[in-house]
Nanobody
């Protein structure tokens, strides 16, 4: 499975961005997909995850109510709509795929995209 993340950029606090993750490869639409982020000097952290059939979504407490994860298996795309962005959301955002749905466990994700930079200015 291959993943390609895009959509990052430089925005101001309070703005919105939508990240996209295009998956490819055999049976990629049957994988759970998550977004993680990593700020400079910090560990990679869980942001949001969605099951292969969109039956469940989970979010980190820090983004609940502001971020929404969704997927369109016909287009092999998983989106992360980010609203009301804050400076502390600044990070490189990665999408990752897993056969299982254990959202916060980074080690269960076997496949990773290259990351896209999100910078939120105050």
């Amino acid at each position: 499975v291959q993943l390609q993340a895009s959509g990052g950029g430089l925005v101001q606090a309070g703005d919105s961005l939508r990240l996209s993750c295009v998956t490819s490869g055999r049976s990629s639409s049957t994988y759970a997909v998550a977004w993680f982020r990593q700020a400079p000097g910090r560990e990679r952290e869980f942001v949001a995850a969605i099951t292969w059939n969109s039956s469940r979504m989970m979010y980190a407490d820090s983004v609940k109510g502001r971020f929404t994860i969704s997927r369109d298996n016909a287009k092999n795309t998983v989106n992360l709509q980010m609203n009301t962005l804050k400076p502390e959301d600044t990070a490189v955002y990665y999408c990752a795929a897993s056969r299982s749905f254990i959202p916060g466990n980074l080690r269960t994700y076997n496949f990773w995209g290259q990351g896209t930079q999100v910078t939120v200015s105050s």
